[in-house]
């Protein structure tokens, strides 16, 4: 069966529903996924699952890749970082979500949402909303990750927002080396400048990432760019 929106659209229907009817946003999921044929979000998340773009993006990712996952906001980035996570853990591996953006129950939210049950996983899930985060917070927190872990860093911009943090391009640069020293794949959630035209280009691309700061983006070597349900995977050398 074919899904009459992306998912990531469905959960804001859904978001939607709950404001509208004053239900819990789990009841309004439910009622979601039945209008989509299913009996709940849970059977719907799963056969999302089986086809999502974060298992042929995870197909395309090796032990060292610095990663750079780019959308307007809406769009699904914050989702497809998730499931990028979901599916590492799956084949056994690890997976941590770094973020500065959301609390921990927004982040339980959206694991729900495609289905994900951190329980499940056990202590190769983990996931981070501390202020404190940056490239060497990354680092200490994933000094025992063992080789082909996933670490989902949401998101790129916000690194170097407190003055103490190094600047955003020594950052990147020293969760390179950590990446590729110890054969991680570190993934970069990323805003997308306002000037992006989705009529000129079904999606965004490396021009299009919104840089406050100073950043060599020659520095990741996989990109993953999102719009509309679209999605574009390139390996950049």
Known sequence: MRLSAPIYRLKRRAKVLSRAERIPLNEALDRVAVAEGFTSWSLLAARASATAPSRALLARLNPGDLVLLGARPGHGKTLMGLELIMEALKLGR???????????????????????????????????????????????????????????????????????????????????????????????ISQIDRSYDASARPCPDLKDVRLPNPLDLTLFNKTCFLNDGKVQIEALR
Do not use: C, H, W
């Open 94 to 188: 690890r997976g941590v979500f770094f973020t500065l953006e959301y609390s921990e129950n927004d982040v339980l939210d959206r694991l729900r949402s495609i289905g994900g049950d951190p329980a499940v996983f056990g202590d190769r899930f983990a996931f981070d909303t501390s202020d404190a985060i940056s490239a060497g917070y990354i680092i200490d927190r994933l000094a025992s990750a063992p080789q082909g872990s996933v670490a989902v860093v949401d998101y790129l911009q916000l690194l170097d927002q407190k003055r103490e943090n190094p600047e955003l391009m020594v950052q990147v640069r020293a969760l390179k080396a950590f990446a590729s020293a110890r054969g991680l794949i570190i993934v970069f």
